[in-house]
């Protein structure tokens, strides 16, 4: 897949969150001695977000990383944060599906991560499943937007 640069378009979430820690998306080539150890991306990344964190239970910082890296690493703890944000919302999509909300967030992740999302659980309305891991989807994408500007404003604050 090529990206073509139009003017005015607006970077994708890998490569803003790259530039709040200081990288490029682009591969350079390393220079220096091998003895020279660099911090590695990833972590530039995670303490890069962590100026994004809104209290103890934020899990924004922890999707945001994840669909920075390409990587599940914080799978548990976001889906069972996102499945008890979706049992607790009041609509009859929930109401009528609620033995599947592990599912859809676990869909909805995926989702957001790239992957293939899973398929239909047997007993779920078909249109039911689309509302539920889109419902998913936006939910993650919306708290990693969130945590990723926090992020940038309170680094921007602390230099």
Known sequence: MTQTFERGSRPSFRERVYALAGHSTWREPAQGSSAQRPIPTDHLIAAALAFGRDGKDDIGPDIAFDMA??????????????????????????????????????????????QGVPPRPDGCNEQDWGDLVAAAALSLERMAEDALARAGRNARRAA
């Open 69 to 114: 890296t390409g990587r599940m690493g914080h799978h548990q703890r976001v889906c069972a944060a996102l499945g008890a944000a979706l049992a607790g919302a009041r609509s009859r999509v929930v109401a009528r599906n609620r033995p599947y909300i592990a599912v859809a967030a676990w869909a909805g992740y995926c989702a957001v991560l790239g």
